[in-house]
């Protein structure tokens, strides 16, 4: 019998797996220590351990009996989620449902990926940068890993559509689209209104993939759509009914304020759209901690971690109350209003690298000739960068004309919080940058050219020779630097003005050794611009080495490492205040530690 051999795609498979896997231990390592667990909002180690929400028990109905006689808690949507309840203890849970979470996102986007046919850099890379994306690393660490879980299951039923092509036989092609269908199913019971809102995006998906595949009449090509469209919705709601009608019952019928009249949504809008992305915070998608991170950085991070990110606290305008705002706007006269002035648990930070090379794949994607795509993925990238458009501006919610028109269609109402329209943002970008790195990798990262010459000498001869695609390129890399050089400029130059702002929002302390002060928060902002500007600096040295050819031939592989090595630097140093670790034992006063837990449980029908 012959022994049976790993093909070079398969050991590559194993490797990106691996290295994903590695990064999760290693930014999560402190959950393998015996008293730590992870910092959960939404689900905390004490909840985890109360009675009525105890596993399988929670899948039949969940009754919260906490305060007098309690209340339903639903019952428990039997996902991926709730299997992880089933197999893990309480403490296990609290200590790794959020790298789970992120490492199926990571396989997910992995196995999608490689079904496009990217290359396995590509593939590496791109569910790199899907795992490391802080809008969905953060939303993690805060508790809600059954998001990433969703975002996951979204990335397999892409890749079981686009596996889906005219030589596939019919039966394996209508299996792969009903599995497809499951894994919208799950996406739903994951993440309920933003499961839903991605189950429409997925279709969507599916319907112009079908428009772009093959050849063959246009009528011809949507008839096919729309008949993959309705199998995998099929199977979705086969699996995904219960979440559905729980989440029409709960949200939508019956509940006040959800009306679908104008004079109702009128008055809802402020409900609706407290957590909106303010226009200026747009810019922590390209620099992260400008406006800080949580509300009580560095509080419980790593202790060898804290001086770094002393100051660190969130100052932006996530979750204020409106009306707060229409009080500054109105110049402050009479009574502040009560609310929120900010809440926020995450971040949204893309990463430089992976802002520039989707940047230059969406530039690729719309030019006329010698493109480094072929017509199928031009549109596609095209299709993405449409919806990244898109979702930024319905991110804006009420600071912007946008969400207005998408509020007023039927029951989207009834959706909270537009700022969630980044974590479509973010699907889209992390699509098209794994695209952009296909074709990097593909024209100037072959290990089989021959090897280039020195820097300097390399750099002239692409350029005597480099199209006007890439002249312009170049010209426009360094202009981004210099111009952001000079916003860093003009950002020192107004710190006054910033000191002054923050002392009206809350910080007023004028201490500047006090981490919460406003002079400390604003020269920790400006510290974070300047890293940053710093980062930027080297991306653009980087894809500009790639792209002359510099890393050809016997330099690829050290081309790919330090590709990987400053995504994986840069976007998880950016993530390390999403990692706060809580000593259970003290918090909870485990043991002998709370006389009061033993006296209570000796004799309890005594007490």
């Not at 449902?97 to 791109?126: E, V």
């Not at 100051?311 to 109350?321: K, L, N």
Request: proline fraction near 4%; include cysteine; glycine fraction near 10%.
């Amino acid at each position: 019998m012959k022994n049976l051999k790993q093909t070079p795609a398969a050991k590559t498979g194993w490797l990106a797996v691996g290295v994903i896997a590695a990064m999760l231990v290693v930014l999560f390592w402190r959950s393998f220590l015996p008293e730590y667990v992870h910092f959960s909002n939404d689900g905390p180690l004490g909840v985890q351990n109360a009675a009525w929400v105890q596993m399988p028990g929670g899948i039949t109905g969940m009754w919260v009996d906490l305060n007098y006689l309690g209340q339903s808690g639903g019952a428990y949507t039997p996902g991926i989620t709730a299997l992880l309840h089933v197999l893990l203890t309480p403490l296990g849970y609290a200590k790794f449902y959020a790298p789970i979470g992120l490492f199926i996102l990571g396989l997910g986007a992995w196995t999608f990926f490689r079904q496009l046919k990217l290359s396995p850099l590509a593939a590496a890379l791109g569910a790199l940068a899907a795992v490391l994306n802080s809008t969905y690393f953060s939303t993690a660490c805060w508790g809600l890993a059954s998001h990433e879980i969703a975002i996951g299951m979204n990335f397999l039923a892409l890749a079981l559509v686009v596996g889906c092509t005219t030589a596939t036989p019919t039966s394996v092609r209508w299996t792969r689209l009903a599995l497809a269908g499951l894994c919208v199913g799950i996406n739903v019971m994951e993440a309920a209104d933003i499961g839903a809102l991605f189950s429409m995006l997925v279709a969507i998906v599916v319907f112009f993939h079908s428009l772009t595949e093959g050849e063959g009449a246009v009528v011809q090509k949507a008839v096919r759509g729309v008949g993959r469209v309705a199998v995998v919705a099929v199977f979705a709601g086969f699996i995904a009914v219960q979440t559905v009608l729980s989440l029409v019952g709960t949200s939508v019928q019956g509940v006040a304020g959800n009306a679908q009249d104008t004079e109702s949504k009128a008055a809802h809008w402020d409900w609706a759209t407290q957590w909106s992305l303010p226009k200026a915070e747009t810019f922590g998608l390209l620099v992260p901690g400008l406006f800080g991170y949580k509300l009580e950085t560095p509080k419980d991070m790593q202790p060898s971690l804290r001086d770094s990110y002393r100051s660190g606290v969130y100052w932006g305008g996530a979750g204020r109350d409106p009306a707060i705002d229409r009080y500054f706007d109105a110049g402050s006269q009479g009574q502040q209003p009560q609310g929120f002035m900010r809440f926020t648990g995450g971040g949204n930070y893309c990463g430089i690298l992976v802002l520039l090379i989707a940047g230059w794949a969406i530039a690729q994607a719309f030019r006329r000739q010698n493109s480094l795509f072929a017509d199928a993925q031009k549109r596609m990238i095209q299709f993405w960068a449409v919806v990244m458009l898109l979702c930024l501006l319905f991110a804006w919610g009420r600071f912007a004309p946008f969400y207005a028109l998408l509020y007023h269609l039927p029951y989207f109402s009834t959706i909270r919080n537009p700022a969630k329209f980044l974590i479509f943002f973010s699907w889209a970008l992390v699509i098209i940058f794994a695209y952009g790195v296909h074709a990097l990798n593909r024209r100037y990262l072959d290990p089989a050219a021959m090897k280039a010459a020195d820097l300097n000498t390399q750099f002239k001869n692409w350029w005597a020779k480099a199209s006007g695609f890439d002249r312009k390129w170049t010209f426009a890399s360094v202009g981004l630097f210099g111009a952001s050089a000079l916003g860093w400029l003009i950002y020192m130059a107004q710190k006054p003005a910033l000191i002054s702002y923050l002392q009206k929002v809350g910080f007023g302390d004028t201490d500047p050794t006090h981490e919460t002060s406003a002079p400390a928060i604003a020269a920790f902002s400006l510290g974070q611009a300047g890293w940053a500007l710093a980062l930027l600096a080297v991306a653009v040295g980087l894809v500009l080495l790639v792209i002359t050819g510099y890393f050809n031939g016997p330099r690829a592989k050290t081309g790919v490492v330090l590709l990987g090595g400053f995504l994986i630097f840069d976007m998880g140093r950016a993530n390390l205040p999403w990692l706060v670790h809580w000593d259970y034992k003290q918090k909870y006063e485990v043991g002998s530690l709370n006389p009061v837990v033993k006296f209570l449980t000796d004799k309890p029908y005594e007490h």
